[in-house]
């Protein structure tokens, strides 16, 4: 069993439309989540980290986590053409390290 | 200026050469990581560091080492490059508190 499942898409939404984009992971004693952004070929950019059971939201991003279920989820409101993109799931994974999914493939259409 | 930079930012090698990537950074973070990405198999850490005199290995370190120079550069060494170390690789820089890692703009590394 992979730490950190990720579908590989490409999920693709409509301009406008809200993208949910789901993780998994294996470790019990994940602390903290991060989400980040990777266009092709460009370095992962942070968009997003939560802790805390529950929603957190910051524009147009909601990231939410439910520890019991081990699954944090991000949503992507008023999706644009721009968002298209690889979005990586990184849990913590003890000794202040990331485990890094291998992310989804958004595809956003006009 | 960029906080994370890496050099070179292309590269082409033969098989056996040693090659250094270097990474510096502006942003005083004390910890490092170089991470390489490959098609299909995410982000995998091969070195971290916490602060000088702090070197570890992350899961696949065999093949590579690295120096911490100073608290804002680290470098990473392929003591004998071979074909399967051609990748896209990452370094990496973290203050701490929630561990939040803030990446260079990468290194394309193609062995021949």
């Known amino acids: 069993q992979k730490e950190v499942e990720q579908n590989s898409g490409p999920l693709s939404v409509p301009e406008g439309a809200i993208a949910s984009l789901n993780c998994t992971y294996s470790?019990?004693?994940?602390?903290?989540f991060f989400w980040y952004r990777q266009y092709s070929g460009k370095s992962p950019e942070l968009i997003m980290f939560?802790?805390?059971?529950g929603d957190k939201e910051d524009g147009r991003f909601t990231a939410q986590l439910n520890k019991a279920s081990q699954y944090v989820s991000l949503l992507i409101r008023d999706s644009q053409p721009s968002d298209s993109a690889t979005y990586l799931c990184?849990?913590?994974?003890?000794?202040?390290?990331?485990?890094f999914g291998t992310g989804t493939r958004l595809l956003v259409s006009p | 200026d960029a906080d994370v930079t890496q050099t070179p930012r292309n590269r082409i090698t033969k098989t056996g050469k040693r090659i250094m990537l270097e990474c510096s950074q502006t942003k005083g973070h004390d910890r490092m990581y170089w991470y390489r990405q490959d098609p299909g198999l995410g982000l995998r850490l091969i070195y971290y560091s916490f602060d000088v005199k702090d070197i570890n290995k992350g899961e696949i370190s065999d093949g590579y080492s690295v120096s911490r120079q100073a608290q804002a550069k680290f470098s990473l060494s392929l003591e004998s490059a071979i074909p399967n170390q051609t990748a896209l690789y990452f370094c990496?820089?973290?203050?701490?508190?929630?561990?939040?890692?803030?990446f260079g703009p990468g290194t394309r590394l193609t062995v021949l």
């Open positions: 470790d019990q004693g994940s602390q903290s």
């Open positions: 990184a849990p913590e994974g003890g000794f202040q390290k990331l485990v």
């Open positions: 990496a820089t973290s203050l701490g508190t929630y561990n939040e890692q803030f």
């Open positions: 939560i802790y805390s059971n």
